[in-house]
């Protein structure tokens, strides 16, 4: 699944971030913050009517995301 379809609060892990060109300059910067696998992420708000921005927690850290952004980062549930 990927983490623009993750519902609110849903524990999920990070499986990988896919480039959509080469070279990616946002998929890289999103591994460079910590978008790697194995790291536990959650979605804690979504815009208004669940559009832009998405807020995700990776750790203690949160970042503001655009769906198209998010929608790099494939997730696995922990549920």
């Known amino acids: 699944m990927r983490l ?3 519902s ?3 524990p999920a892990v990070i499986v990988t971030v ?5 070279p990616d300059p946002i998929s890289g910067r999103l591994r460079d913050l910590g978008f ?3 790291e ?3 979605v804690v708000a979504n815009g208004p ?3 832009d ?6 750790g203690f850290t949160q ?10 980062v494939q997730v696995e549930c922990d549920a």
């Open 63 to 72: 970042f503001a995301l655009r769906r198209a952004e998010a929608a790099r």
């Open 49 to 51: 009517f669940g559009g």
């Open 36 to 38: 790697v696998a194995g």
């Open 40 to 42: 536990a992420v959650r």
């Open 18 to 22: 896919d480039d959509v060109t080469r």
């Open 8 to 10: 609110r609060d849903v």
């Open 53 to 58: 921005p998405m807020l995700i927690q990776i």
């Open 4 to 6: 623009s379809d993750l």
